[in-house]
């Protein structure tokens, strides 16, 4: 039923799919030229083997410093494509041992490095978005078989305010 001013209307019943699992960006928030650690976490139904996407970012805010497996992620093997930096994207590739997967529930599965301009403003959000260049997006199982999800991206934001030292 889709209601307005003018009154409701009911449409012809449509199906709805809701992602069964998620990639997402845990935006954080740092100061100017300081590195910030952003974590990438799978929100997971326990079928997860392998994890695959581009981080976007803008290359005149940011810059990638380095990616590590996140603490859930000990066991699996990271793939970096830093060939398109200079355009503000990372390819990400992640895969647990053969047969392995995540367990179902929040998984920290990347840890990415940026260092944050020194010349950005407070109240500047430099966004982290998916795409799908130079690695396309895509979950898959422990057959490489490819599963349905959704992507999430986040920010970091340099925060507004006052900022001091204290001594003694």
């Known amino acids: 039923v889709v209601s307005s001013s003018s009154g409701d209307t009911t449409s012809n019943a449509a199906p709805l799919s809701i992602a069964p699992r998620v990639v997402r960006v845990v935006s954080q928030s740092t100061s100017s030229g300081a590195n910030s650690v952003v974590?990438?976490?799978?929100?997971?139904t326990g079928s997860e083997n392998g994890v695959d996407f581009t981080l976007n970012f803008d290359?005149?805010?940011?810059?990638?410093?380095?990616?590590?497996?996140?603490?859930?992620?000990?066991?699996?093997?990271?793939?970096?494509?830093?060939s398109q930096l200079d355009a503000g994207k990372l390819g990400i590739a992640l895969a647990k041992?053969?047969?392995?997967?995540?367990?179902?529930?929040?998984?920290?599965?990347?840890?990415?490095?940026f260092t944050v301009n020194a010349s950005l403003a407070g109240g500047t959000v430099a966004a982290l978005t998916f795409g799908d260049s130079p690695i396309l997006r895509e979950?898959?199982?422990?057959?490489?078989?490819?599963?349905?999800?959704?992507y999430q991206g986040g920010a970091i934001t340099v925060p507004t305010g006052f900022e001091g030292d204290m001594n003694g």
């Not at 041992?97 to 490095?113: F, S, Y």
């Open 97 to 113: 041992p053969t047969g392995a997967t995540w367990t179902a529930g929040t998984q920290e599965i990347v840890k990415i490095t």
């Open 59 to 82: 290359p005149a805010q940011l810059t990638f410093v380095s990616a590590a497996v996140g603490a859930q992620a000990a066991d699996a093997s990271l793939n970096t494509n830093s």
């Open 39 to 44: 974590p990438v976490e799978l929100l997971a």
């Open 139 to 150: 979950i898959s199982n422990a057959t490489a078989q490819a599963l349905p999800g959704g």
